[in-house]
């Protein structure tokens, strides 16, 4: 395998806030502008560095580079981007300086919180916090009593009694999975108003050996080392894969996957999905727009399905994000498929679809290559779905991936 340049590719950038009926651009993409892109497009201030991962939320993005240091872009109200918000939205990467001292080893960004864990096992957190997902304890007004929303601006400290392996963030609630192999969470685990907030982290009880945890809106997902997934939170669309929409406070089993060896697990805003060792997807929860990838069948899923139209392709990764997903290839190939307005599925037409398509890649413009002309195709090697915009991490090479 030859390999040259490594880039990270963004596409779709338009944002409809719930407040109000205009539409707001974020710079999640991280062009440098706010425009929609339905086509891939370089990051182009990242080219510089070797990226190892990414994440896209519902407002922003960030990355973690070979050397640990993590940028992040887009929305910054709430100091969501790890510094005071000077302006409301950044379109360009900017190094996290409050962490440029240790390595980023792994990161989530939930509603407008963002967790990071180093290669000690510390755990981070920064932006809103009126729900305790910074771990700490909502400042109280005195003759209230009611919490007042205090956003963490800096990325500090959070559970520093547990050495983490995995962080992972929901809407308003933050999930860890430790070294040990145990989850604990905290914040406001289901929609706001239907139950009090935990700002102490607190144990999930009935885990033991997790080997990767995920998160959805209000949803969470504990795959054991035993190969047992396990479900717990919102479940209105059938997202636990309990085969009904009851709601769940502990972990309980996912059904329908008895018997398959599961590798990779995922979580949407409101749907999941599971990746066996043989390469097959299985999807559940929310179908609307055609999220599951099951066709012309949109309709939601109360236990797995396996995706039929994805069969044969050696997938080794999913990515859900808020009503689209994205499957990545062995090969290093994409499939999107679901909510397609603006973009977000990187076809150049704004199509939405439960048919998984291939989102192409060899039409990026040589002049976004900063003057690399060397022959080759551009590969995928990680994806990543946030509410309304995709990125993903791809490398030129001169020959095909091979086993």
């Known amino acids: 395998m030859a390999a040259s340049d490594t880039a990270v590719v963004s596409w779709f950038s338009l944002l409809n806030l719930l407040v109000v009926t205009a539409k707001w651009e974020d710079g999640q993409l ?6 929609e892109k339905e086509w891939v497009c370089v990051v182009k201030a990242l080219e510089p560095y070797t990226v190892r991962s990414v994440v896209a939320g519902s407002r922003n993005s960030l990355a973690i580079c070979d050397d640990g240091k993590l940028f992040t872009w887009g929305w910054n109200q709430r100091g969501t ?13 900017s190094l996290v300086k409050a962490l440029a001292d240790v390595k980023i080893v792994q990161a989530a960004i939930g509603g407008w919180h963002c967790l990071a864990v180093d290669d000690q096992g510390r755990a981070y957190a920064w932006g809103g916090n009126e729900y305790g997902q910074c771990g700490e304890e909502p400042e109280r007004r005195a003759d209230t009593g009611k919490p007042v929303r ?16 995995q962080v992972a963030a929901g809407g308003t609630h933050s999930v860890v999975l430790t070294r040990e192999g145990h989850v604990w969470t905290w914040g406001q685990p289901w929609p706001p108003g239907d139950i009090k907030q935990i700002s102490t982290p607190v144990r999930v009880q009935g ?3 997790v080997r990767l945890i995920a998160v959805g809106a209000f949803h969470n997902l504990a795959l054991l080392e035993d190969g047992t997934l396990m479900a717990w939170g919102n479940n209105e669309y059938g997202q636990l894969g309990t085969g009904d929409t009851q709601p769940r406070s502990q972990p309980i089993p996912v059904q329908g996957l008895s018997g398959l060896t599961l590798v990779d697990i995922a979580a949407g805003g409101w749907h ?20 599951l990838g099951f066709g012309d069948d949109k309709s939601s899923k109360m236990v797995p399905q396996k995706v039929q139209l994805l069969v044969g392709e050696d997938i080794v990764q999913v990515s859900c994000g808020g009503t689209h997903s994205v499957a990545l290839t062995r090969d290093g190939r994409m499939f999107s498929f679901g ?3 603006h973009g977000r599925l990187g076809y150049g037409r704004k199509v939405t679809t439960g048919h998984p398509s291939e989102v192409p890649l060899n039409n990026i413009p040589h002049g976004d290559l900063g003057g690399n002309e060397a022959e ?28």
């Not at 205090?150 to 392996?165: A, F, M, N, Q, S």
């Not at 999941?272 to 999220?291: F, K, Q």
């Open 339 to 341: 909510r397609g307005d």
């Open 207 to 209: 885990l033991e050996s």
């Open 376 to 403: 080759g195709s551009w590969f995928a090697k990680y994806v990543a779905c946030g509410g309304r915009h995709t990125l993903a991490i791809v490398e030129r090479r001169s020959t095909p991936l091979t086993e």
């Open 150 to 165: 205090r956003d963490i601006v800096i990325p500090k400290r959070c559970v520093p009694k547990l050495t983490v392996r």
């Open 30 to 35: 991280g062009l440098g502008d706010n425009e």
């Open 272 to 291: 999941s999905t599971a990746l066996t060792e043989e390469g097959e997807v299985y999807g559940w929860g929310r179908g609307e727009h055609g999220r």
């Open 81 to 93: 981007l790890g510094h005071p918000p000077e302006t409301k939205t950044e379109s360009v990467p």
